[in-house]
């Protein structure tokens, strides 16, 4: 039997009876935030971390010396392919996540266009201020999603529901899919940026002073990616002045400090990095991590395997 660690916390037990359904694999429960694992623990082959605090184990791999898998429940996978040693696997959940963050951005894209904070202001102040704001539609809007993957690919069809054309980005191009090369020609003359790429070496600041000043003026950044992907500085002056929007549900610094400009500016949405965070999440993303972990176990590289030339392992016996 293949011993799986799966965290005991609340969130997760729906997780204990979704990887419970496979075979030859025992679930063995841990404490995430515990600094020693006993010894049924230490003899775990797979290690789930939760998705709350998902790098509170990290420190536990030391102790487990028959790893030989790391299964996220994140789509991405940037905060441990730097700790997991050569030749474990790692995978995230991407898959998971696409449905309830596509309609985040989507929400974010129609706050936004029909003016929904300069409603609510009028409403706290009561009142009724028919005319005195400009809202827009999405029909017909350009939109630039930087990021081809699930997300990417579930905000393109809910954008496409609503009258909008949207052009994905991936880091290579493909059928219907441009690729990174063409970034730069093809961010002006879109009315929405939206970013859903993963964090790496190259995408990390690939929002920066150039591609926001080669936006168009008043569009709409929505970035639910990674905070990092976009330069902070270089963002704050832009939606300052009032050239650019935003809906960011991810930034750098992340939490968003409390005296940071970004709070302050008006045309700016943010959500604490809660895009995902709706019932049936969790199970959508354990039912993902399972799918990995039996391709794993049948000697497979898994769909959402990451850093794969640096996997020499095999699967567990």
Known sequence: MTKVLVSDETDDLVGHSIFGQLESVEVVPYDPAATR???????????VPPYRGTPRPMPLMS???????????????????????????LA?????????????IISAALAQYRQWPTLVRFQD?????????????????????VGAGAIGNATARLFGALGAHSTLIASKPRQGVSGADDLPDLIRGHQIV??????????????????????DSGALLINAGRGKIVDTDALVPEVQSGRLRAALDVTEPEPLPADHPLWSCQ???ISPHSARTVPGTNELCYEVAVQQVRSFLAGEVPSN??????????APR
């Open 125 to 145: 102040e009561h009142v009724w201020a028919h005319r005195r704001f400009d809202a827009d539609t999405l029909r017909g809007k350009k939109i630039l999603i």
């Open 63 to 89: 102790q487990m010396s028959h790893l030989r898998m790391v299964q996220l429940l994140s789509a991405g996978t940037d905060e441990w392919e730097t700790v997991v040693p050569a030749g474990i696997m």
């Open 305 to 314: 395997a990451a850093k794969r030339e640096s996997y020499s392992g095999s």
């Open 194 to 215: 939206v970013i859903t790429a993963p964090l790496n070496d190259s995408t990390l600041n690939l929002v920066d002073k150039g591609f926001l000043a080669a936006m």
């Open 37 to 47: 694992l006993d010894e049924i623990q230490r003899q775990a082959e797979i290690l």
């Open 92 to 104: 995230g959940a991407r898959g998971g996540h696409a449905a309830p963050v596509s309609e985040w």
């Open 267 to 269: 045309g700016v949405i």
